[in-house]
Nanobody, 120 residues
Framework: QVQLVESGGGLVQAGGSLRLSCAAS????????MGWYRQAPGNQRELVAT???????NYGDSVKGRFAISRDNAKNTVYLQMNSLKPEDTAVYYC??????????????WGQGTQVTVSS
């Protein structure tokens, strides 16, 4: 089992910045991907950004150039720096981790979510 604890959400004005953090604990294996997805009311959950243990990143089209994902492997923590926020960034942001365990089984876990609200 893996536990993901998110922090850093809140209310910010358009054009502002927020930084999300997600700390993982439990049965964490050496090779995995961590990242963030988001879901706004009435919408499907969508990719924000992911990062592998080797630092390879992937971003959703709507956040490219504004958001930056990073991780501290020693702390099993992933960060999302969100700049130039827009009202359409308003959503619940979910931390995510996935990978393959020593038994070659795929696993994935989700955090509880943290609300980000951007006012116009």
């Amino acid at each position: 089992q893996v536990q993901l604890v998110e922090s850093g959400g809140g209310l910010v004005q358009a054009g502002g910045s927020l930084r999300l953090s997600c700390a993982a604990s439990g049965s964490i294996f050496s090779i995995n991907v961590m990242g963030w997805y988001r879901q706004a009311p009435g919408n499907q959950r969508e990719l924000v950004a992911t990062i592998t243990t080797t630092g390879s990143t992937n971003y959703g089209d709507s956040v490219k150039g504004r958001f930056a994902i990073s991780r501290d492997n020693a702390k099993n923590t992933v960060y999302l720096q969100m700049n130039s926020l827009k009202p359409e960034d308003t959503a619940v942001y979910y931390c995510y981790t996935a990978g393959v365990d020593p038994g070659s089984r795929w696993y994935e876990y989700w955090g509880q979510g943290t609300q980000v609200t951007v006012s116009s």
